[in-house]
Structures are given as structure tokens and as C-alpha cells.
């Protein structure tokens, strides 16, 4: 990954992890996310218990490529989402939340679809989700979702290295891959 893209996400992260600190916008939940496309932390704001919505932010590595022996770099990949909660039940020792949310989503990694579209570049987007907020008794949550991201592919044509820009394939065909995250809640 060029230096210049790997500086401005690790200054995202940082400004990400100084407001935390700061009290300005605390999460109520830090997790780990889990997905065939990829490995990350995800940060929760906002709170379940009374059917508000939960502001998610997400970076992970993607390595979706990196499995399917199409890519040998990972991609890291950046996602906000606003989550709204439609639906709540309490069950004895846990209660489940059914959300809907939508936001944004952009990254620096490969689209790799199609063969020719190989080249990792700059992508960008709206990112749509569906799932499960699992709360249980004690401070671990679980999440299962599942997302879409529509967006754009910018990149260096690898025959003729020019400048191309297509539709981010990858993000649609990945919507059928689970994201599952293990929060642990404050």
C-alpha cells in the first residue's frame, strides 16, 4: 500500500482513538470483526436498550482477494453506518435487536470480480446492512449482519496504466458473506 493512503488511514485511526480517550464520544462497545471479507475492530456508539439507533465504525483489513488467490496485498477498508433498531425482544438470559442502517464506506483495495479488474485503488461508496444485535446478561454482545456496499472503483489499468474507473463489483457480490462482531460493552 503507497505511503501517502497508509499515513491517512493510521491519522483516521488516531483522531479516531484521541476523541475516544477524550470523553467526546465514548463508544458503548468495542469489538472485533469477523468476516470472510476481512478481520477488524469495530466501534459502537449509541445504546439498545431503548430502541435508539447505533452509530457503527468499522476498519478491517480486506482480504477477500488475498483467499481467492486473485490479489496478494490486503485492502483496508473504512465503514460508518447508522444502524436503527425495528425490532427488540427480551428473552431470559438475552435480548435481540433486529436493525436496519445504511452510511458510508470507502478504502484502498482490489476489485477482483472479474480477472480484469485486478488493480487495487481507491473505492468509495454507500454501504447498506441488515441483522442482529445479541445482548446478553453479562458485557459481551454478539452482532451478525449482513452488508452491501455499492460503490465506485478507482485504478491504474494494469495493460495500458491508465486511469479507470468502474463499479465496485466486489462489494456487491460479498453481500452473501455474514460479518459477525464480538463486542465487548462498556
Known sequence: ?????????LSVILMMCLNISSGAASPERIGL????????LQFCFGDAS????????????????I??????????????????ITFSK????????????A????GYCGDSFFDKFKAPGFEAGASFC?????EFEKRVDLEISFSLEAGLHLRNEE??????????INGLSRCVFPDLTIYYRF
Open 1 to 9: 500500500m503507497p505511503k501517502p493512503i497508509r499515513t491517512a488511514f
Open 33 to 40: 470483526y469477523n468476516s470472510v471479507k476481512g478481520y477488524g
Open 50 to 65: 431503548n430502541k435508539a439507533s447505533l452509530n457503527t465504525i468499522t476498519v478491517y483489513a480486506d482480504l477477500l482477494d
Open 67 to 84: 483467499y481467492s488467490g486473485s490479489g496478494d496485498v490486503p485492502g483496508i477498508k473504512a465503514v460508518y453506518q447508522n444502524k436503527h
Open 90 to 101: 427480551e428473552i431470559a438470559d438475552f435480548k435481540y435487536n433486529f436493525f436496519l442502517g
Open 103 to 106: 452510511g458510508v464506506q470507502a
Open 130 to 134: 441488515a441483522g442482529w444485535l445479541l
Open 159 to 168: 495493460t495500458y496504466g491508465t486511469p479507470a474507473l468502474s463499479f465496485y
